[in-house]
């Protein structure tokens, strides 16, 4: 007996290598410092590894990630740069960081302490609080970190060879955060010579301040989104990497009056032709840009309609469309042709262009080119 198994359409998303490594050498040429690529989310769901291969061949000479789960395949693929890992908890397996080579974060003296017992020896960047509120020393406990940090170094327990932090607004060109943050790491970098540390890598830019703020360069920056196209202070073109296409599943002839989707939020006003194109959130498309994204089919830009539900979304095709049932829809793409970026998908869903590019389902088939 014949068994027929069912499989299902295949929505491929295309990661232009190509496109990261330019955009590496796009911002290298607005910085003489050094720059790390931050392949951390699985390289801003490009594919950690490619991504910091592509970054590599662009110019990049170190590598980011959070935790020290994200840089042990780094490490098994064969890659031999500085990695720097910065978002472990104090309890984390330290160990694991002097085995795999991998410089860490320190934001307070918990995770100074912990680094120095169990991994003696390990080389650390002190992290400081520059406005975000959110990681780094505060600066009331900067002094005491550094002074700490100095002791432990002294007695060879860790190597301060950075000094870190982050910008809050950088996405906003000349926003006045950005200037006391800039102002508080030079004050937290006097802090910590007058305390004895001599750390070589100062860093407190990442894409956006690279590219738009240069009193915000220093030693090194770390540049994340930028390596896969994404400038939130959108003041220099770089190049989308992302890619996502799948076959309209089937084509239907409607007459005015016909409604779509759960809740019936769309009723079609004349007679048209509707395509089913198999992705839906489960593959990462935001629900919350039903009746307000658009695709690319046959030509031409259509409307969802309907609401997008867990495995398929609804096109408008239009009366006159010629689209047919296998068919390619372009639901985003670097624009070249028409299509929809990962920027409109962002507009379209109220939130960041990093949420729509790293909530991509791994269901998805992948294909990297470049």
């Not at 392949?39 to 490619?50: C, I, M, P, Y």
């Not at 196209?229 to 005015?256: F, H, K, Q």
């Not at 830009?301 to 390619?328: E, F, N, Q, W």
Request: net charge positive.
């Amino acid at each position: 007996m014949t068994v027929l198994m069912s499989v299902r359409p295949r929505a491929t998303l295309r990661v232009d290598l190509g496109a990261v490594t330019a955009n590496v050498r796009t911002i290298g040429s607005r910085t003489a410092g050094e720059l790390m690529a931050v392949v951390k989310a699985d390289g801003f769901g490009h594919g950690q590894v490619d991504v910091a291969r592509a970054a590599l061949a662009g110019g990049a000479t170190r590598l980011g990630v959070t935790s020290l789960d994200e840089a042990r395949p780094l490490r098994e693929a064969g890659l031999t740069q500085r990695i720097l890992s910065w978002l472990n908890p104090p309890g984390a397996d330290f160990t694991e960081a002097r085995r795999l080579d991998v410089e860490l974060g320190v934001p307070g003296l918990d995770h100074l302490h912990a680094i120095a017992r169990t991994a003696p020896g390990a080389r650390v960047h002190l992290q400081l609080d520059t406005g975000l509120g959110r990681d780094g020393a505060e600066p009331a406990r900067w002094d005491r970190l550094c002074r700490a940090a100095r002791d432990a170094e002294r007695d060879g327990r860790v190597r301060v060879v950075g000094v870190m932090g982050h910008l809050p607004c950088a996405g906003r060109p000349g926003h006045a955060a950005n200037a006391r943050g800039r102002d508080r790491f030079a004050w937290g970098l006097r802090v910590a010579r007058a305390a004895g540390l001599r750390p070589a890598d100062h860093h407190l830019a990442a894409t956006a301040a690279t590219l738009s703020d240069p009193l915000s360069h220093h030693t090194m920056s770390r540049i994340g989104a930028g390596l896969v196209g994404i400038d939130e202070s959108g003041t220099v073109p770089l190049r989308p990497a992302l890619t996502l296409t799948a076959p309209l599943v089937t084509v239907r002839s409607v007459p005015a009056g016909t409604a779509v989707g759960y809740g019936h939020t769309w009723t079609a006003r004349r007679a048209t032709r509707l395509g089913l194109v198999p992705v839906g959130y489960a593959d990462g498309l935001p629900r919350l840009a039903s009746g307000r994204a658009e695709v690319w089919v046959a030509g031409a830009r259509r409307p969802v309609v309907g609401r997008i539900s867990m495995d398929m979304t609804v096109v408008d095709l239009g009366p006159g469309s010629p689209a047919c049932a296998g068919d390619p829809v372009t639901v985003f793409g670097p624009g070249d042709h028409g299509e929809p970026t990962t920027a409109q998908w962002a507009g379209w869903a109220e939130t960041l262009e990093h949420e729509i590019v790293t909530g991509l389902s791994a269901r998805l088939h992948r294909r990297s080119t470049g």
